[in-house]
């Protein structure tokens, strides 16, 4: 019963990204300096890592690569923070959406990670951020995830 009231409220924080994002659809966005540009005023706790192909299909299952023009994901080091950015361009709005639906997964996997192993982490996972604009998806997990959002205006 958790995990799904823990989905329906992350299926909520990504429509309310969606409503609240007011940026042009046709706007360009270089990933990896985008990711950057978040990361840089995130101030992890963790050490960061990156992300290749094969990790991306264990930490996103349902993402498919092919939906996918270029991406930048960092993420703890270890499995006792919750701080994570990943920024995605796809293809085009349609994969946008399937995109969308496997960061709320990713963020489900993360909140049941948490939920009874470290309440306080499971708080910070749940003030996630998940929006898209235009071909592009973001996620943003950490305790300053309102810095992170700034970058994305």
């Not at 349609?94 to 708080?123: H, I, Q, S, T, W």
Request: hydrophobic residues 40%; contains cysteine; charged residues 30%.
């Amino acid at each position: 019963m958790k995990k799904v009231i823990s989905l329906i409220m992350v299926s909520m924080m990504a429509l309310v990204g969606l409503v609240a994002c007011g940026s042009s659809e046709n706007e360009v966005v270089d990933v990896n300096k985008k990711a950057d540009e978040i990361m840089a005023v995130m101030n992890f706790e963790d050490d960061m890592i990156s992300l290749n192909d094969e990790q991306v299909k264990y930490y996103y299952t349902s993402v498919d690569l092919n939906d996918i023009v270029s991406y930048k994901i960092y993420l703890a080091s270890s499995s006792v923070k919750a701080e994570e950015i990943a920024v995605f361009e796809t293809k085009d709005k349609e994969a946008a959406k399937r995109v969308m639906e496997a960061v709320n997964e990713r963020n489900g996997d993360l909140l049941f990670g948490f939920e009874d192993y470290l309440p306080a982490e499971f708080k910070i996972a749940q003030n996630s951020y998940i929006t898209s604009k235009g071909n592009y998806v973001f996620f943003i997990v950490g305790k300053n995830v309102e810095e992170g959002k700034k970058e994305l205006k």
